[in-house]
């Protein structure tokens, strides 16, 4: 009999459906982080080329909601993932002793504080925008409110350096003690068919890189070229094989 057409294991269907929620969850983070940053860089990168203050407000100011919208957006879709990590993980312990490898997740973990700290980035140049609209009295108000979230974000910073050091000196310390995890043969999904979200999201993050290096003048794309880079982001980031 092929190992695959035994009776799984008690609980591996349960293992099974925990997974496929976290990557349901990872996913929507991933989309979070992409949108986030690839709409307010556009719509910066926009503001910066109109060419009157009547024509820089509307788009100052939709560029502010983004920014809004972004931050709880961020943490509530990385509070869901973590999560339900945390779920499979403590699940996988108790089937087999141990749970999966999670040597990758430190990348990860550093991958989305990156995504914060562009985002911020971006967030901590909007009242330029709004001075340049000639709303000053706005603006200064802006200008304080992004100084106390400077502030905030510097302390998170280093408690997430913090954390992350020793998350890394746990994981390593388990990888010598362990041999690693059993592995789930009952897993449904996983090596069965060609996978494509992996490649689209790396064309994602690319694009959105192109796009913060544009607001950055790093390079002067032509506008047509901005919405095309911002339309392939989003698409890549949505569109997924799973």
């Known amino acids: 009999m092929l190992l695959t057409e035994?009776?799984?294991?008690?609980?591996?269907?349960?293992?099974?459906?925990?997974?496929?929620?976290?990557?349901?969850?990872?996913?929507?983070?991933?989309?979070?982080?992409?949108a986030s940053i690839a709409l307010l860089a556009t719509t910066q990168l926009l503001a910066e080329r109109a060419p009157t203050r009547e024509q820089t407000l509307p788009l100052a100011v939709l560029a502010l909601a983004v920014f809004?919208?972004?931050?709880?957006?961020?943490?509530?879709?990385?509070?869901?993932?973590?999560?339900?990590?945390?779920?499979?993980?403590?699940?996988?312990?108790?089937?087999?002793?141990?749970?999966?490898?999670?040597?990758?997740?430190?990348?990860?973990?550093?991958?989305?504080?990156?995504?914060?700290?562009?985002?911020?980035?971006?967030?901590?140049?909007?009242?330029?925008?709004?001075?340049?609209?000639?709303?000053?009295?706005?603006?200064?108000?802006?200008?304080?409110a992004v100084e106390a979230l400077s502030v905030v974000s510097v302390g998170a910073g280093v408690s997430f350096a913090l954390w992350w050091a020793r998350d890394v000196v746990g994981i390593l310390a388990r990888a010598v003690r362990s041999d690693g995890s059993p592995g789930d043969p009952w897993d449904p999904g996983r090596g069965a068919r060609p996978r494509v979200g992996?490649?689209?999201?790396?064309?994602?993050?690319?694009?959105?890189?192109?796009?913060?290096?544009?607001?950055?003048?790093?390079?002067?794309?032509?506008?047509?070229?901005?919405?095309?880079?911002?339309?392939?982001?989003l698409v890549c980031a949505v569109v997924t094989d799973e």
């Not at 799984?8 to 992409?34: N, T, Y």
């Not at 919208?69 to 993932?81: D, F, H, I, K, S």
């Not at 994602?204 to 607001?215: G, I, N, P, T, Y």
Request: hydrophobic share 55%; net charge positive.
């Open 6 to 34: 035994m009776t799984p294991l008690p609980g591996a269907r349960d293992v099974a459906g925990l997974r496929a929620g976290a990557d349901a969850a990872r996913r929507r983070a991933f989309v979070a982080v992409i």
């Open 68 to 144: 809004a919208a972004a931050l709880p957006a961020l943490a509530v879709t990385q509070y869901v993932w973590g999560l339900r990590a945390r779920r499979v993980r403590r699940r996988e312990h108790e089937l087999y002793g141990m749970a999966r490898s999670g040597r990758a997740r430190p990348l990860t973990r550093l991958a989305v504080a990156c995504g914060w700290t562009v985002t911020l980035l971006l967030g901590w140049t909007l009242p330029r925008f709004f001075h340049e609209s000639a709303l000053h009295t706005f603006a200064d108000a802006l200008s304080w």
């Open 198 to 233: 992996p490649a689209l999201r790396t064309g994602a993050v690319l694009v959105v890189a192109a796009l913060v290096a544009a607001r950055a003048h790093l390079w002067e794309p032509a506008s047509w070229l901005v919405y095309l880079l911002v339309t392939a982001a």
